[in-house]
């Protein structure tokens, strides 16, 4: 008999997040190359010159962002679309890949990570750092298309493993993917982590502070929290692993948490 709660069986509230967020960055991003070079295109006639014009401002736009992956897509956004221009493609073409976008990332979950999923082998070194009991409950919060399930299946095939995704296209193929989980939709952010043995997340480098206060909120001792890649704020981890790819692991008790320091005055 399960005397613990399925934590994610009454999940239906989703948060907001603010609108100017990653990809609306990268959307403005090239509709302002896209509007230079219809300008320079207007005022000196269509050429090379105002395809330079466009990409140098692109490449300044890119330089904006911290992350060499955004600084990337959002380079090469405008002179891919100017190449595939060319093609002889009907309006509506366009629509196409901006339907896909908006289905698999809903605006809501525009703060999250991008769909980066956990090598299958990332977690296998967890527990020889973290023995969890059978059946402990395990999330994979932001799951993404369920990767991360998987090689936490791997590293712990007796734990009740759960996944908590917003997108519902992904949440779907997550589901389809991994049914031996239980995955949820909605927003790992207003989802309670207070019965989880162990809260696994691959998000980005500015969500780790609301990781930590979550953790700090609603974790009890005991319990533990991973991430990949990216450490909590002021923390010092109980271990850091080697994965045996690019990525490492960053392992911390609840107990040993505490508040991050307020951030000094402007």
Request: proline share 10%; charged share 15%; hydrophobic share 50%.
């Amino acid at each position: 008999m399960n005397d613990h709660p399925d934590p994610l069986s009454s999940m239906t509230s989703v948060s907001a997040a603010p609108t100017w967020r990653w990809p609306a960055l990268a959307l403005a991003s090239w509709a302002a190359c896209w509007i230079t070079y219809a300008g320079v295109s207007h005022a000196f006639g269509p050429g090379w010159p105002a395809a330079v014009v466009a990409l140098g401002l692109g490449l300044m736009l890119a330089g904006l962002h911290a992350q060499p992956w955004r600084r990337a897509m959002v380079a090469a956004g405008f002179p891919l679309a100017l190449l595939v221009s060319g093609a002889a493609l009907p309006g509506w073409a366009w629509l196409i890949p901006l339907a896909v976008l908006l289905v698999a990332y809903p605006r809501r979950g525009w703060s999250d990570a991008p769909l980066f999923p956990t090598p299958h082998d990332a977690l296998k070194g967890l527990p020889a750092v973290i023995a969890l009991r059978e059946q402990a409950h395990v999330l994979d919060a932001g799951c993404g298309l369920g990767d991360g399930l998987v090689a936490l299946r791997r590293a712990y095939p007796a734990v009740r493993l759960h996944g908590i995704e917003y997108s519902p296209f992904l949440w779907l193929l997550a589901r389809l993917r991994c049914p031996w989980a239980t995955v949820s939709r909605g927003d790992l952010w207003a989802q309670s982590w207070r019965e989880m043995d162990l809260v696994y997340l691959f998000q980005r480098p500015e969500s780790m502070p609301r990781a930590l206060d979550k953790a700090l909120a609603e974790m009890h001792t005991g319990r533990w929290l991973v991430s990949l890649d990216f450490p909590l704020p002021g923390q010092t981890a109980h271990a850091q692993l080697e994965t045996g790819t690019r990525h490492r692991l960053h392992v911390y008790r609840i107990e040993d948490l505490r508040p991050a320091p307020p951030l000094p005055p402007a």
